[in-house]
């Protein structure tokens, strides 16, 4: 049987509980434990996939074709947790269900309510979790998305306060990720606010086990965590210093030093060896030691939000540790080329080039200025969904001669659709999960720079769009523009191209997937990191 650690948050939000989920995961499973890791978000979303990652930070796609919270893709890169359609749950998806089981008639007679009958749809979902490909799951990580307090977390809490008088006490216990905020006039660390979320959790009826301080750039001191330790009710040795680490990935390096993972299997009453985490080291001494710095210009509209392409920043992150050199993405806003900036002045001085996903037609012209510029100028090129649109749409206008070329998405009137929707996205209406989604095969042709990067004939990519391209433009492409469609996925009538190149080229390089979900710290991806290497060899020859 599984045993549960529940992870919720206190004080405000973004105190990285994500992260903090998946280091601990990553900990337990250097210990030779399986873990399973979800997500509960308290939002009325059925899916986070309607949200605008501009605001929201990106959406996460997982190979069975959820749209999920981006803290999914820490637990992806953390740990080997098996994520699906059932990581992610948020109320709107817990309501919809019960909605319609009320609808069906399976509550016949009873009123429906949030006790018990939301709160039995939640427990549920935390106990699917556990069958199928996690039907071996030693421990499952649940977080709990906002803070303790929101009135739209309360039946998660309250449904986590439930499950452990079912499965009993040494079988669960609480993480609470707190802030413990620096006061520059005082000259303190304050743990009051943590000592009020604490009794905000204890109002509910949860005790935690664990309490995680964030404390900024400071340590928690020994009185400091004496004081957390009394006023909550916790043991010293439970109580975690987690103050801001760099690089990123050396965080679980922090936490096991402090017995994070000791003092959560101790409260579970697991025995299990001592972890070795050497390789999980080595990658943290290659970040820190990395010297030499890639310019990447990352072309596109302008992105306030940090987390908005957190996979792929951190796909450049891998490419980094695989190339022993710094990724520098820095984004250029491509309506600047619309309002007459020359490419050439602007990209010049990077050593590649990145379009990357994308919906909606703002910047579209740019972009395709971008791609013209590295295509004719022999600079490393990377597309990704959006940008192998632009790709191709750039050499349909260039070579082929046809200056009206576009995507139906950007103009439904085009003389030349060479993206294009599918016949069966034709009647989509509704946008919830409707796009192309999830893993796909895809056939890698013998004798291309992808497959010499995949070293292999089959993969699976994620996808996450609606249009395609259209195959009607492949042969004049591939004889006017050098064109080579190294991966296409096999359909019963058609083909659909899911990566292309160029022949001629050093690096221009573009997939309709999306590559950057399924990178990892341990497992760079493998068109990131190639990428990364034209990018270094260009920057090299530029000297
Ligand atoms: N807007 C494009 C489509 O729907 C590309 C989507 C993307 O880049 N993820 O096909």
């Known amino acids: 049987m599984p045993k549960y650690v529940f992870v919720t948050g206190g004080v405000v939000s973004s105190v990285g509980k994500g992260v903090l989920a998946a280091s601990l995961g990553l900990l337990l499973e250097y210990r030779g434990l399986k873990v399973a890791m979800m997500k509960l978000d ?106 303790v307090g929101d009135i739209e977390s309360q039946p998660f809490l309250e449904a986590i306060r439930q499950f452990k008088l079912e499965v ?119 970040l820190i030691s990395a010297t030499e710095v890639v310019r990447i210009a990352a072309v596109g509209k302008y992105v306030s939000h940090n987390d908005a392409y957190k996979s792929i920043n951190e796909a450049f992150v891998h490419a980094g540790i695989a190339n022993e050199c710094k990724v520098q993405l820095e984004w250029v806003d491509s309506e600047c080329f619309e309002q007459g900036e020359d ?18 037609s703002r910047g579209i012209e740019g972009k395709i200025k971008a ?36 995507s139906t998405e950007f103009n439904t009137e085009t003389p030349d659709p060479v993206v294009s929707l599918l016949t069966e996205q034709l009647g989509v209406q509704a946008m919830g999960g409707t796009m192309r989604l999830g893993a796909y095969r895809c056939e890698l042709k013998a004798g291309t720079k992808v497959r010499a990067a995949y070293g292999q004939d089959v993969i699976g990519e994620r996808h996450r769009h609606r249009y395609e391209f259209n195959n009607n433009y492949r042969e004049p492409l591939e004889k006017a523009a050098g064109l080579v469609v190294s991966g296409i996925h096999p359909k019963i009538d058609h083909e659909l191209v899911e990566i292309i190149e160029l022949e001629d080229h050093p690096w221009f390089c573009a997939s309709q997937f999306h590559p950057e979900f399924k990178s990892t710290p341990l497992n760079p991806q493998p068109l990131f990191r190639d990428f990364v290497k034209a990018a270094l060899a260009c920057r090299r020859e530029r000297g």
Request: proline letters at 5%; one cysteine or more.
């Open 371 to 406: 791609v013209r510029y590295v295509r004719e100028n022999k600079k490393p090129f990377f597309g990704i969904c959006l940008g192998m649109q632009i790709a191709v749409i750039e050499m349909t206008r260039t070579c082929l001669g046809r200056p009206e070329a576009n």
């Open 168 to 286: 009993g006490t040494r079988e669960c216990c609480y993480v609470h990720v707190t802030l413990v905020p620096y006061i520059e006039a005082a000259g303190e660390l304050k743990t009051k606010p943590t000592q009020h979320s604490v009794r905000a959790l204890r109002d509910i009826g949860i005790q935690p086990n664990v309490i995680v301080c964030r404390t900024g750039s400071h340590k928690l001191g020994v009185d400091q965590r004496r004081k957390v330790a009394l006023f909550c009710d916790v043991s010293d040795n439970a109580i975690i210093s987690a103050e801001d680490i760099t690089p990123f990935y050396a965080i679980p390096l922090n936490l096991k030093n402090q017995g994070l993972d000791d003092t959560v299997l101790e409260l579970l009453d697991i025995e299990a060896p001592e972890g070795d985490l050497s390789e999980w080291r080595t990658i943290v001494d290659r």
């Open 42 to 147: 308290p939002y009325i979303n059925v899916d986070p996939g309607t949200m605008n990652p501009y605001e929201h930070g990106e959406v996460f796609v997982t190979d069975d074709g959820a749209e999920t919270d981006l803290d999914l893709g820490h637990y992806q890169r953390f740990t080997h947790a098996h994520l699906s359609q059932k990581s992610n749950v948020t109320t709107g998806g817990i309501y919809n269900a019960v909605i319609q089981k009320e609808r069906r008639g399976e509550y016949l007679g009873k009123t429906v309510q949030v006790i018990p009958h939301i709160t039995d749809e939640i427990k549920s979902r935390i106990r699917m979790l556990t069958t199928e490909e996690n039907s071996d799951v030693d421990i499952a990580i649940i977080e709990i998305g906002g803070t």
């Open 343 to 360: 490419p050439e002045k602007v990209l010049a001085d990077y050593d590649g080039v990145l379009i990357g996903p994308g919906f909606g």
